[in-house]
C-alpha cells in the first residue's frame, strides 16, 4: 500500500468533489470548487490519471519499464474500467426501474437519459456494450475506458520523446477543436458528453509533465515561477463563474470550440484555467499535509482506490438523488446524503484495501 | 382554433379543447423560412430522450408536422438533455443549438429539475434567461411543459415546476404546449385512467407520442396564423441578449 502523496490525495478531492456535485440540486453543491473556475474535478481526475500511468509504467528506480509489459498493464487496466462501467451502468438501470416500480412513478424512467434504454432495450443494450449508450452523470468511465484504450500508443511514442507524444496529443486536440470531432451517440442522437479525441490531451499532458518531473526539477522550478500567474488565473476563473460571463457560441468567430467554455470539448479557456489551478494549488499538498492528518489519511485512501470508488460514488450519488426526490429534499437530507456519501466512499476504500490484504495473507499462508 | 380546417386537426383520441392545450404567440423565424420556401430545421429537446422510443418521437413530429403544413420540407434534429437546466444542463442546450443552428427550437423542459427537487425560482430564471439567449439570435422557441402523471398530481413542487415553465412562456412570450393540462384532460376522459397514454409498464406509448406531437405541430400551426409575414425575428423588442459576449481568456 503506498503512503499518502499529492497524487492520491488530489484524487480523493477529486472524488468527493464529484459525488456532491452529482447531486445536483443538494446545498453542498455551492461550496465545492467546481463553482468557481470553468473547469472542475473531471479535468483533475483525467490529468491525474495521465500522472499516474507514468508512475505504473516506470519501475522504482524511475526508469521505464519494458514497452510490451506497459500496454499489457494499460490493457489490463483497460479491462478493468471498462467492466466497472458495465457494472454500473446495470445497477443504475436497475436502481432507476426498481424504484419507478416501487413509487409507482414514471417520471424516474426518465432520469437521466435512462427512458431511452426501457424505450429501446435492443438497441440500448448493445450502445452499452458499445460505450455509446451512456446515462447522464454516468458518463466519465466510458471516456476513461478510451482514454485508456489509447494510452499505450502515447506511452509508447513517449519512451521515443516525450515531446513527440505531447505534440501527437496536441494535434488531435486541436484537429478535433476545428473539426468538431466526437464520438456519436446511439441509439439516440448527439455525441458523448465527454469528448474523448480532446479530453486525451489532458491524459497524455499528466504522463508526460510526470515524466519531465522525474527528469529534472526545471518542471517544479518553473511551475515556483508561474505561481503567480498560476493565482491571477484562478481568481479570474473565480470572476467569471460567479457573473456567470462567458462567451457566447453563437457569436464567437470559427472556429467556434477555440472561444467557447463548453466542458465536452475541453475548451482551451478550460484547460487554461485548469493549468491555472495545477499552478495555484501545486503547494497547497505539502502545507497542508502536516495539519490535517486524519484528511489526508482519509482522501489518500480514497485516491489510491479510485476506480471502486468512482463506482461506488455514482450509484451513491444516484440513489442520494432518488432520496432527495421522494422525500423532497432539504438541508437535513442534504446532510444526511452527503454524510453518508463520504462514510460510504471511506468504507469502500477501506474494503478494497481490506480485501486486498486479506487475499495476498491467504496466498502466503 | 377550430379542429375542423384541414390539415390542422387533432385525431379522435387526441382531443383537447384548445384552451387546455396550447398559449399561442409569434414564430417569426418560422414564418421567414416558410416564406422563403426554405426546408424548416428544427430542432427537438426532449426530456432526457422524449418519452417513448427515442427513435419514434422526432418521426411522429415530423410526421405531424409535415401533415399540419403540407407545403413545407421539415428537417427535424432530436437530442436528448440530461441534467437540470438550473444547473449546468442549459450550458449543454447554448451548445446545441450552435450546432444545429435551427429556425426552431421545440423544448420540452422541466422533468429533471422537477425530479432533482430544484427550487422553481430558480428553474424559471434560468429557463428564462435561456430562453431569451435563444431568441436573441433570431430563433423561436416553443416549449413543452412536463408530462401529468396521477403520481405527481398532488406534488407541490412538481405543480410549481410546471407552473415555472408556463410563467417563462408568458414572459418571453413564447407558444407553450401545455402537456401537463393536455395529459390531464385526456387520462379524465377515459375509464383506463392515464393508462391508455402511459402504458402498461406506465411509458408514454405510442398514442401518447402521438398525441403528444399532434399538440406540438396544432400548436406550432396556430401561432403561425398570429404570425404575420416580413417580421424580422432579430428585431425583436422583448429579448435582449443577456449575455456579454466575451472572448475566452488566452
Given amino acids: ?293 486524519a484528511m489526508v489519511g482519509y482522501l489518500t485512501q480514497l485516491g489510491r482506490n479510485s476506480l471502486a470508488v468512482f463506482s461506488m460514488g455514482s450509484i451513491l450519488s444516484l440513489i442520494g438523488q432518488l432520496v432527495r426526490f421522494q422525500t423532497g429534499g432539504g438541508l437535513l437530507i442534504d446532510v444526511l446524503v452527503a454524510s453518508s456519501g463520504v462514510v460510504g466512499l471511506g468504507f469502500t476504500a477501506w474494503f478494497v484495501e481490506w480485501r486486498t490484504r486479506s487475499k495476498s495473507s491467504r496466498a502466503r499462508a | 382554433m377550430d379542429p375542423g380546417s384541414d390539415g390542422m386537426s387533432l385525431s379522435q383520441e387526441c382531443r383537447v379543447p384548445g384552451a387546455q392545450l396550447y398559449t399561442v404567440a409569434k414564430l417569426p423565424a418560422v414564418r421567414a423560412a416558410m416564406d422563403e420556401n426554405r426546408p424548416l430545421k428544427l430542432l427537438a429537446i426532449g426530456g432526457s430522450a422524449a418519452p417513448g422510443a427515442s427513435a419514434s418521437y422526432p418521426a411522429k413530429l415530423e410526421a405531424a408536422l409535415e401533415h399540419t403544413l403540407p407545403k413545407t420540407d421539415v428537417v427535424i434534429d432530436h437530442r436528448g438533455l440530461p441534467g437540470e437546466i438550473a444547473s449546468g444542463a442549459a450550458e449543454r442546450l447554448r451548445t446545441m443549438v450552435a450546432e444545429a443552428e435551427p429556425d426552431l427550437v421545440i423544448w420540452q423542459v422541466g422533468t429533471h429539475d422537477a425530479i432533482a427537487r430544484v427550487d422553481a425560482d430558480a428553474f424559471a430564471s434560468a429557463l428564462s434567461e435561456a430562453v431569451a439567449w435563444i431568441r436573441s439570435h433570431g430563433i423561436d422557441v416553443v416549449l413543452v411543459d412536463p408530462i401529468y402523471t396521477a403520481s405527481m398530481a398532488a406534488d407541490v413542487d412538481y405543480n410549481r415546476i410546471v407552473d415555472a415553465v408556463r410563467t417563462v412562456a408568458g414572459q418571453q412570450q413564447v407558444p407553450l404546449v401545455r402537456r401537463y393540462e393536455a395529459l390531464h384532460y385526456l387520462s379524465s376522459r377515459s375509464d383506463k385512467g392515464e393508462g391508455h397514454m402511459l402504458g402498461r409498464q406506465f411509458r408514454l406509448n405510442d398514442l401518447g407520442l402521438r398525441c403528444m406531437a399532434e399538440h406540438v405541430a396544432l400548436t406550432i400551426a396556430t401561432s403561425l396564423m398570429r404570425t404575420e409575414s416580413g417580421t424580422n425575428p432579430k428585431a425583436d423588442p422583448g429579448a435582449p441578449p443577456l449575455t456579454v459576449p466575451q472572448r475566452a481568456p488566452g
Avoid at chain 1, 453542498?28 to 468557481?36: H, N
Avoid at chain 1, 416501487?102 to 440500448?124: V, Y
Wanted: charged share 15%; aromatic share 12%; hydrophobic share 55%.
Fill in chain 1, 1 to 293: 500500500m503506498r503512503d499518502p502523496n499529492a497524487i492520491d490525495f488530489w484524487r480523493g478531492f477529486a472524488l468527493v468533489t464529484i459525488f456532491i456535485n452529482h447531486v445536483p440540486g443538494n446545498a453542498f453543491e455551492r461550496y465545492t470548487f467546481s463553482q468557481y473556475g470553468i473547469s472542475d474535478a473531471a479535468e483533475l481526475f483525467v490529468f491525474l490519471a495521465g500522472w499516474s500511468i507514468g508512475i505504473a509504467t516506470s519501475g522504482r528506480d524511475g526508469r521505464p519499464e519494458p514497452p510490451g509489459r506497459s500496454v499489457v498493464r494499460l490493457l489490463a487496466r483497460t479491462v478493468e474500467v471498462y467492466r466497472a462501467q458495465l457494472t454500473v451502468m446495470l445497477l443504475a438501470l436497475a436502481i432507476i426501474a426498481g424504484s419507478a416500480l416501487l413509487l409507482d412513478n414514471p417520471l424516474i424512467l426518465e432520469w437521466h437519459n435512462a427512458g431511452g434504454f426501457f424505450a429501446d432495450p435492443i438497441q440500448s443494450v448493445c450502445g452499452m456494450a458499445l460505450l455509446t449508450y451512456q446515462l447522464g452523470y454516468f458518463n466519465i468511465l466510458p471516456l476513461y475506458v478510451v482514454l485508456l484504450g489509447v494510452a499505450p500508443l502515447f506511452v509508447l511514442v513517449g519512451r521515443v520523446s516525450l515531446l513527440a507524444a505531447l505534440a501527437l496529443s496536441g494535434s488531435v486536440y486541436l484537429a478535433s477543436l476545428v473539426f468538431e470531432w466526437n464520438l456519436p451517440s446511439w441509439p439516440g442522437e448527439g455525441d458523448w458528453f465527454f469528448d474523448p479525441l480532446c479530453w486525451q490531451v489532458l491524459l497524455v499532458l499528466g504522463f508526460v509533465l510526470q515524466g519531465w518531473n522525474r527528469r529534472s526539477d526545471a518542471l517544479r522550478r518553473w511551475s515556483r515561477r508561474l505561481f503567480p500567474a498560476g493565482l491571477v488565473i484562478v481568481c479570474l476563473g473565480i470572476v467569471l463563474a460567479v457573473t456567470g460571463i462567458r462567451p457566447d457560441p453563437l457569436i464567437v468567430p470559427e472556429p467556434r470550440l477555440l472561444f467557447t467554455f463548453e466542458k465536452t470539448y475541453l475548451t482551451p479557456a478550460r484547460l487554461l484555467h485548469f493549468l491555472g489551478v495545477l499552478l495555484a494549488f501545486a503547494p497547497v499538498y505539502a502545507i497542508l499535509a502536516p495539519r490535517i492528518g
